[in-house]
């Protein structure tokens, strides 16, 4: 049949098991937002407030749930409102397509109203884009486009479409979608063989796991992993949710503001198995320390990531899940480092968890609405202190339902992600976690919370201050806070009932649960505002450039006693 290319858009995106794409119209996808609303019953559309939102929100969707999202936005200011959420998704491997409209061929490079070069632009930050110049190589590039971001390491792609494409006709017929087979062409016998025999070896092994691992849906796999070679398991930011955080094998975060355990516990293993991570500088830190007695096996989709921040050892190119699978077949027999394990649990009862100097409200906080909570929610953070305090004290984590910008670290990242999540997972609660500093950066999706009536819960940890640059500040810039004071006069809670949000207040004197439990029975969307001391920290802490092992502010029971 011969349609034009905005339908043949519509078309490949159903094809592909898209249900809902974020997006907000412009001149020059008049013609795209045409087909969406002849195909109204299905596709959904769902209208952010900002561009940046509808990245953010099909971030969330991708994260939460393993498929693609889906953002659409017109040429000019409206593709380059994308720039930070492609950024995002491509730090931290998230699966998305955005498509964006541009000028007609005829005008393209001629500084044409509303025209950039987005593909140029967004060249760093996709794992690859196209500028579709023929309606008939329209239908194979959106087909390759979702291939290319769900296979190996996944990561966003931009297709950029002239509006002269979009008007054209041409002839589509409906295919298959290519399947995505999980990387094993690389998987070499000799590097598990020497991978098995090096864990066989060890007495005192530890996993290091990233994100990858949840990328991968290997949890599973990695827990039974983990009882066979009798070993603790610490994760990055990205990671959480791979390992309950309950389990006794799960020492916490690893890094920067990661326990005490977690990077003590590094140093002194003699063998580190690092999977579906990326040695990120929050978590080495100083390198020439990181994990300085142990031999480092690297299991990683991605060849890139060998031997770029940390040399290692040992190289396992492959699929986590089926690397895993691998491995343990090379390990029939369970393993046994009872001493080992002794000392990580002798660790943990002498470093638990400090918190600030000032109070402990958010940690109090953070317990309260892990209390309240169902099983099946979704955690979606900003970025700062808040977002530490969720990783560190929040014991729901679970693979795809604890969300946070962990690689770019955006403010603004967590609204737009709970709505994507919400919208893709109508039946659970969603709460985002924020800053006051970070939501005043997409306050504006209210808008499009209060229009689909959206059950989010936001969460603003208030301190009226921009809190982890404070933080700094006071601890490193001899409390010179310069412009990290927000003083302005503003009420969350009136501004909520602006958009027709419930509001409420959260006092220091309140109990949160109370207030939280509230929250989660009234079944609509609430913006929270939770007052906390200005000063409150993030403990413990490695100040930039020292070991991991050198934290501040870290609780040691033994020295106490």
Not at 71 to 77: L, Q, Y
Not at 82 to 108: K, R, W
Not at 246 to 275: E, K, Q, Y
Request: glycine share 8%; with cysteine; net charge negative.
């Amino acid at each position: 049949m011969k349609i034009t290319g905005a339908d043949i858009i519509i078309e490949c995106l159903i094809e592909e098991g898209v249900d809902t794409v974020f997006g907000y119209p412009g001149g020059q996808v008049i013609p795209l937002y045409d087909a969406i609303y002849r195909n109204k019953g299905r596709i959904r559309h769902i209208l952010t407030a900002h561009e940046q939102g509808a990245s953010h929100a099909a971030d969330g969707y991708a994260r939460s749930t393993g498929k693609p999202g889906v953002c659409i936005a017109t040429s000019g200011p409206g593709a380059t409102n994308l720039v930070t959420g492609l950024a995002t998704a491509y730090m931290d491997s998230v699966p998305m397509v955005a498509i964006t409209g541009n000028v007609p061929m005829a005008l393209l490079g001629k500084d044409s109203f509303q025209e950039v070069d987005i593909a140029g632009i967004t060249l760093s930050i996709t794992k690859h884009n196209y500028i579709v110049k023929r309606v008939e190589d329209l239908a194979s590039t959106i087909r390759e486009a979702f291939y290319i971001a769900k296979e190996g390491r996944p990561g966003p792609v931009l297709i950029d479409v002239p509006k002269n494409v979009q008007e054209a006709v041409y002839e589509f017929e409906n295919a298959p979608v290519r399947e995505v087979l999980p990387v094993q062409s690389r998987l070499r016998s000799k590097d598990l063989a020497a991978a098995a025999e090096l864990i066989k070896a060890s007495e005192r092994p530890m996993c290091y796991v990233g994100g990858g691992v949840i990328r991968s849906d290997a949890s599973a796999i990695l827990n039974e992993f983990l009882e066979r070679i009798d070993a603790p398991v610490g994760s990055s930011l990205m990671g959480l949710g791979a390992v309950s955080p309950s389990s006794p094998r799960f020492t916490g975060m690893i890094g920067m503001h990661g326990t005490r355990l977690s990077n003590v516990s590094i140093n002194n293993c003699d063998l580190l198995i690092v999977i579906g991570a990326r040695f990120s500088d929050r978590v080495i830190s100083k390198s020439s320390t990181f994990a300085r007695q142990a031999r480092i096996i690297q299991i990683d989709v991605d060849p890139a990531e060998f031997n770029k921040n940390i040399m290692t050892e040992i190289h396992v190119v492959a699929d986590i899940k089926i690397a895993l699978e691998r491995l343990l077949e090379l390990l029939p027999e369970s393993l046994s480092h009872s001493e080992w394990m002794a000392e990580i649990a002798e660790k943990r009862a002498r470093f638990p968890m400090k918190v600030s100097t000032a109070s402990s409200r958010a940690k109090e906080i953070m317990e309260a609405l892990d209390s309240v909570l169902p099983e099946d929610s979704y955690v979606t953070t900003e970025v700062g202190q808040h977002q530490m305090w969720a990783a560190q004290f929040l014991q729901k984590h679970r693979p795809r339902r604890f969300l946070t910008s962990g690689g770019l670290g955006t403010m603004g990242y967590g609204t737009g992600a709970s709505i994507g999540t919400q919208v893709s997972h109508p039946g659970s609660r969603v709460v985002n976690i924020a800053g006051d500093g970070s939501f005043r950066m997409n306050c504006n999706e209210l808008a499009t919370i209060a229009r689909y009536q959206l059950p989010i819960i936001i969460l603003v940890m208030n301190n009226h201050a921009l809190g982890m640059v404070r933080q700094w500040q006071t601890l490193f810039y001899d409390h010179h806070y310069s412009e990290t004071t927000l003083d302005t006069p503003l009420d969350w809670v009136t501004l909520a009932k602006a958009y027709g949000i419930e509001g409420m207040r959260m006092l220091p004197e309140d109990d949160p649960k109370e207030v939280l439990e509230k929250a989660v029975k009234l079944g609509k969307a609430v913006v929270i505002d939770a007052v906390i001391p200005t000063d409150d920290k993030v403990y413990p802490m490695v100040a930039p450039g020292a070991s991991i092992s050198d934290m501040i502010g870290y609780l040691d029971l033994e020295s106490l006693e």
